[in-house]
Protein backbone atom coordinates (compact mmCIF):
# COMPACT_ATOMS: atom_id res chain seq x y z
CA UNK A 1 0.00 0.00 0.00
CA UNK A 2 1.71 3.34 -0.88
CA UNK A 3 0.63 6.83 0.22
CA UNK A 4 -1.29 7.46 -3.53
CA UNK A 5 -3.79 4.74 -2.27
CA UNK A 6 -6.79 6.01 -0.98
CA UNK A 7 -8.18 4.32 1.97
CA UNK A 8 -12.20 3.60 3.41
CA UNK A 9 -11.46 4.11 7.40
CA UNK A 10 -13.95 1.38 8.74
CA UNK A 11 -13.46 2.74 12.97
CA UNK A 12 -15.27 5.54 13.47
CA UNK A 13 -12.74 6.05 16.56
CA UNK A 14 -9.66 6.19 14.30
CA UNK A 15 -11.85 8.83 12.30
CA UNK A 16 -12.61 10.78 15.62
CA UNK A 17 -8.90 11.08 16.30
CA UNK A 18 -8.09 13.56 13.27
CA UNK A 19 -6.12 16.50 14.76
CA UNK A 20 -8.34 18.83 12.39
CA UNK A 21 -11.52 17.43 14.18
CA UNK A 22 -10.34 17.52 17.44
CA UNK A 23 -8.91 21.49 17.26
CA UNK A 24 -11.87 22.71 15.44
CA UNK A 25 -14.69 20.29 16.30
CA UNK A 26 -16.28 19.96 12.67
CA UNK A 27 -19.37 18.70 13.18
CA UNK A 28 -20.25 17.83 9.52
CA UNK A 29 -17.13 15.99 8.85
CA UNK A 30 -17.45 13.65 12.18
CA UNK A 31 -18.42 9.98 13.03
CA UNK A 32 -21.35 10.98 14.45
CA UNK A 33 -22.86 12.92 11.23
CA UNK A 34 -21.98 9.92 9.89
CA UNK A 35 -24.68 7.97 11.99
CA UNK A 36 -26.99 10.84 11.64
CA UNK A 37 -26.31 10.27 7.84
CA UNK A 38 -27.31 6.54 7.91
CA UNK A 39 -30.40 6.50 9.69
CA UNK A 40 -31.72 8.99 7.68
CA UNK A 41 -31.41 6.03 4.71
CA UNK A 42 -28.37 7.47 2.96
CA UNK A 43 -24.98 5.92 2.26
CA UNK A 44 -21.83 7.59 2.90
CA UNK A 45 -18.14 6.79 4.03
CA UNK A 46 -14.67 7.97 5.23
CA UNK A 47 -12.24 8.22 3.50
CA UNK A 48 -8.13 9.41 3.88
CA UNK A 49 -5.41 9.72 1.11
CA UNK A 50 -2.46 11.44 1.81
CA UNK A 51 -3.26 13.86 4.88
CA UNK A 52 -6.71 14.52 3.37
CA UNK A 53 -9.68 13.28 5.01
CA UNK A 54 -13.48 13.60 4.07
CA UNK A 55 -16.61 11.89 4.45
CA UNK A 56 -18.80 11.46 1.78
CA UNK A 57 -22.33 11.11 1.88
CA UNK A 58 -24.46 10.21 -1.57
CA UNK A 59 -27.55 12.04 -1.89
CA UNK A 60 -30.11 11.19 -4.29
CA UNK A 61 -32.02 14.20 -5.70
CA UNK A 62 -34.58 15.04 -8.14
CA UNK A 63 -31.84 16.70 -10.23
CA UNK A 64 -29.42 12.99 -9.88
CA UNK A 65 -27.16 11.43 -7.94
CA UNK A 66 -24.15 12.95 -6.60
CA UNK A 67 -21.68 12.98 -3.88
CA UNK A 68 -21.69 15.38 -0.29
CA UNK A 69 -18.70 16.57 1.66
CA UNK A 70 -20.04 19.11 3.74
CA UNK A 71 -17.45 21.04 5.01
CA UNK A 72 -14.71 18.93 3.71
CA UNK A 73 -12.46 17.40 2.66
CA UNK A 74 -10.30 17.93 5.83
CA UNK A 75 -6.40 18.74 5.54
CA UNK A 76 -5.05 17.36 8.02
CA UNK A 77 -1.35 18.06 7.32
CA UNK A 78 0.38 21.12 7.12
CA UNK A 79 -0.50 22.62 3.62
CA UNK A 80 2.88 22.39 1.99
CA UNK A 81 2.92 18.70 2.63
CA UNK A 82 -0.50 17.23 1.73
CA UNK A 83 -1.08 15.91 -1.71
CA UNK A 84 -2.56 19.08 -3.01
CA UNK A 85 1.03 19.65 -4.68
CA UNK A 86 0.46 16.44 -7.13
CA UNK A 87 -3.65 18.08 -8.22
Known amino acids: MSEDDVLEIVDPVDWEKSPVLQDQGIFLQS ?6 CESLGQSTWLFRHAGVRALVTKVQARRGTFFFLPYGPLLVDDLEKTSLKSF
Open 31 to 36: ALQKRL
